[in-house]
């Protein structure tokens, strides 16, 4: 079964701290992986994608296929970092699926 | 361009009555997808459609749930007799493609509650 794993759903940690967002998922073939946030009173949107291979915001992620990770890291957090993060594996021809995502707050 | 558009924005309804949600997808799109989220919780996928077919409606509730996507006009997520556990964000997404690696676009979502 295809399935994706967002093990923390709150990760809090201070302004300037290195940030990791977990995400393991199970599926057959080679899905594309994304991660999309969801900032307060605003709509869901794409943060990056593993095929692009950019740093958005500061944000990069490494797609591990033997360990079939797609963790989202920043060395340094901010505060407007602050948000849901979803990590969303897509195989094509069928909707996108979302882990359960992970909040991630950002102290002063 | 301007968007996924839902409405309403917010849609209060007593048990019993039908809540009727409204996506239209960016121009050009013809894939959407509802959603929904629950207090806390993450992103449920309900369904998939195109212009006048379903193709994947795996996560939608068996009973008093149904979506459609007419040739011309919105996207249209019904829900009969509504309940308290139906309270919730629907959200609706749309894209052009669903080749490996397409981009979702997100409306801003309907806040249903039931009283």
């Known amino acids: 079964a295809q399935r994706v794993t967002q093990p923390e759903k709150l990760l809090s940690v201070f302004k300037g701290a290195p940030v990791e967002l977990k995400c393991n998922y199970s599926?057959?073939?080679?899905?594309?992986l994304f991660w999309y946030v969801q900032y307060s009173r605003q709509r869901l949107q794409l943060l990056l994608r593993h095929i692009s291979r950019e740093s958005i915001k500061g944000f990069t992620a490494d797609l591990n296929k033997g360990e079939t990770s797609f963790h989202l890291k920043k060395p340094f957090a901010q505060e407007e970092d602050s948000a849901m993060y979803y990590c969303a594996p897509h195989t094509g021809r069928r909707a996108l699926t979302f882990g359960s995502g992970t909040r991630l707050q950002v102290q002063p | 361009n301007a968007g996924v558009m839902q409405n309403p924005r917010h849609l209060v309804r007593r048990r019993g009555q039908e809540a009727r949600l409204r996506c239209s997808p960016m121009?050009?799109?013809?894939?959407v997808y509802w959603y929904r989220q629950l207090p806390e919780e993450g992103l449920k996928f309900m369904v998939y459609?195109?212009?006048?077919?379903?193709?994947?409606e795996s996560g939608m509730p068996k009973e008093r749930f149904s979506a459609e996507f007419p040739k011309e006009g919105p996207s249209i997520l019904r829900i009969q007799q509504v309940v308290r556990g139906d309270s919730a964000a629907y959200f609706c997404a749309s894209s052009l493609r669903t080749e490996l690696g397409t981009e979702a676009f997100f409306g801003q979502g309907t806040r249903l509650t039931v009283v």
């Open positions: 121009k050009g799109h013809s894939h």
């Open positions: 459609l195109q212009k006048e077919n379903i193709i994947d």
């Open positions: 599926y057959s073939g080679s899905p594309e």
